[in-house]
């Protein structure tokens, strides 16, 4: 996995392209979990907002689904 370059504020389509080739470099299948929330932030060196932001968009777009982990709570 690539860190974004040092700015601050990375574009969305930045970290939106980061995070859709995560699936590719984690060798990954349709079907199976992401990364945790914390680790994917820290692997692409962004905040965690900025990354839930990014989910939201590619749910919004059925690239992804969005689940609690309710085992968690």
């Given amino acids: 996995m690539r860190a974004l370059p040092g700015s601050a504020n990375p574009s969305a389509s930045a970290i939106i392209c980061n995070v859709e080739a995560v699936p590719i470099n984690e060798h990954l299948q349709p079907g199976d979990k992401l990364p945790n929330e914390a680790h994917l932030a820290k692997e692409l060196n962004i905040g965690r907002s900025s990354l839930r932001e990014a989910m939201k ?12 982990d309710l085992e968690h709570m």
């Fill in 57 to 68: 968009l590619l749910a919004s777009r059925n690239i992804v689904t969005i689940r609690q």
